[in-house]
């Protein structure tokens, strides 16, 4: 599922392709997305048609569209919500070419042109409000780690926290925007053991901070990690792949200290580290 430098890479190739285009019809397939629920075409319609696209921006790991309507002298906003789910797709496609059998929600552009929604396992999410706090999804969501985010906070959450760092990690209401890869390979940089309670880590904080802007920001630079499905708003895949030390990697030797990089799995997920490197504390 893309994470934050994913989905970061997606609104940065697709905001200078939308911002100021015009909303002129809305489509949808009819199909359920995200836990089958029916998309609501109504609410995309009434909020989205017509409007003009003003920003294309990223909260956790959700993309959203701003949009504003001008009808007479009364202005209005809303913004569209997107998730990816696990096989999501934004692409701008030329209205003329035919559109992908798994294609769900078609934003019909000024110019001759589409932003489709692709998604052939339906896991992902496109909907729309008025406003940001208008989403349960975004509600509770913690600091962004690039921007918000400080050693102080993060050690005042971590004091509060009697999970284990991983699970902690992936709290959506702790950090935003952080999943499975990087959280792995954040955890491997610090050289902490997944397993560790959080709470032990207080005064670890500025390093485990240090490491979680370290890789996000080297997947940024890599335009993503692409496994499978990923690719940004161009149709390009990332290649982040190629840059992890531990996630994917077991049974090969640590990078650091030439161990073997183990895998176990929390809670449905699997955890990739050194057991050389990444000691219980």
């Not at 996630?247 to 200290?257: I, T």
Request: proline share 5%; glycine share 8%; charged share 25%.
């Amino acid at each position: 599922m893309p994470e934050l430098p994913e989905v970061e890479t997606v609104v940065r190739s697709l905001s200078p392709l939308l911002r100021e285009r015009t909303i002129e019809a809305v489509w949808t397939s009819g199909k359920p997305l995200h836990m089958q629920k029916p998309v609501d075409a109504q609410a995309l319609r009434r909020l989205l048609h017509p409007s003009q696209i003003k920003n294309v921006r990223r909260r956790g790991k959700y993309i959203l569209i701003d949009v504003q309507a001008s009808k007479g002298s009364k202005v209005t906003n809303a913004v569209a919500l997107v998730h990816l789910g696990m096989s999501g797709k934004l692409r701008v496609t030329a209205t003329a070419e035919p559109r992908h059998v798994h294609t769900h929600v078609v934003l019909t552009l000024s110019g001759a042109e589409e932003l489709r929604f692709i998604d052939p396992r339906r896991f992902g999410q496109f909907k729309a409000a008025h406003q940001d706090g208008d989403f349960v999804e975004l509600a509770g969501m913690g600091p962004e780690p690039l921007q918000d985010l400080t050693a102080d906070d993060l050690r005042q959450s971590l004091a509060t926290s009697r999970a284990p760092i991983k699970s902690f990690l992936l709290d959506q209401r702790r950090v935003a925007g952080l999943g499975n890869i990087y959280v792995s390979e954040a955890l491997f940089e610090a050289a902490i053991h997944p397993g560790t309670n959080a709470s032990k880590l207080k005064r670890h904080a500025p390093a485990l901070l240090e490491a979680v802007k370290l890789v996000l920001n080297r997947g940024l630079q890599n335009r993503g990690t692409t496994l499978r499905d990923y690719v940004d708003g161009t149709g390009f895949a990332g290649s982040n792949q190629f840059s992890l030390k531990v996630y994917g990697r077991e049974g090969e030797a640590c990078l650091r200290c030439g161990a073997k990089v183990r895998r176990r799995i929390d809670a449905g997920r699997s955890t990739f580290f050194c057991a050389g490197c990444q000691k219980r504390r």
